[in-house]
């Protein structure tokens, strides 16, 4: 049964649902959150989906069976442009997913110049084609797949280790003739990024989908009364590594 003290369960491979689970703390304070990452499973981003869908749904359906959530968040692309029909039929609990906010984008951009910048596996999704398709078709879109970035993200957050190579990684891509005005950050490792990403290149709007699916949450779990204490933030992994010391003080900073 569903009380005030269950939790929405935030899932990703690594850290970067930390940059979901941010944004919902945001909005409501008051909800516990219990934070869960696939670190046995890291990364996602280079698995073939056969793989990847089987792995998602009994990693979520076990966590669902233990901490028995409210909702489910899959705050990460590249499972949610493949597992989510799996994951809705295996639970029997909401399920809320995040894609790339190529929407938000196309609607910013006056040049129709967008980057995506996510995994190589949501960059070559069918799922993104057809976002593509339904919510950018007006626009220039240009994809650039990275597991660097990735890695780099789950480094800053947990050793505090600036990325050395972030600039020619993605400078190449960036510095084209027609300049993008806007990239989506198509993976949510990515926003942790954020503040080097507008040191090297000020002049991009570089967009994320958190603040979208804290609102659904919001939707979802009815809003919340005024005046709660916040909510307890809890943490769980999968195998042997253990999340560092620096990634749990970044998630009691909520
Ligand atoms: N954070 C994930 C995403 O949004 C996946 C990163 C990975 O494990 O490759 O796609």
């Known amino acids: 049964m569903v009380t005030a003290s269950s939790p929405v369960l935030v899932f990703d491979s690594g850290v970067g649902g930390l940059s979901v689970a941010a944004e919902i703390r945001r909005r409501l304070p008051g909800l516990p959150l219990h934070y869960l990452m696939d670190s046995a499973g890291f990364p996602y981003g280079n698995k073939d989906d056969v793989t990847l869908v089987e792995r998602v749904v009994k990693v979520c359906a076990e966590a669902v069976a233990e901490q028995q959530p409210r909702l489910l968040v899959v705050a990460c692309n590249t499972a949610s442009t493949l597992a989510l029909p799996a994951l809705r039929g295996a639970l029997d609990i909401p399920v809320v997913g995040v894609v790339p906010a190529l929407k938000v984008a196309a609607a910013a951009s006056t040049s129709g110049q967008i980057g995506l910048l996510a995994t190589p596996a949501t960059v070559n999704r069918t799922y993104t084609d057809n976002l593509i398709l339904d919510f950018a078709g007006g626009c220039d879109v240009r994809r650039f797949g990275s597991v660097e970035l990735v890695q780099w993200a789950e480094d ?99």
């Open 156 to 254: 800053w957050i947990a050793f505090g280790r600036e990325p050395s190579g972030l600039f020619e990684h993605l400078d190449s891509w960036l510095s084209q003739p027609q300049p993008l005005s806007h990239v989506v950050l198509g993976c949510t490792h990515f926003p942790l990024l954020r503040p080097m990403l507008e040191r090297f290149w000020p002049t991009i709007c570089w967009v994320d989908s958190g603040e979208a699916i804290a609102r659904r949450v919001e939707q979802l779990v009815g809003g919340q009364e005024p005046g709660l204490q916040p909510g307890v933030v809890t943490l769980s992994w999968t195998g042997e590594r253990a999340p560092t010391e620096a990634v749990r003080r970044y998630v009691a900073g909520f």
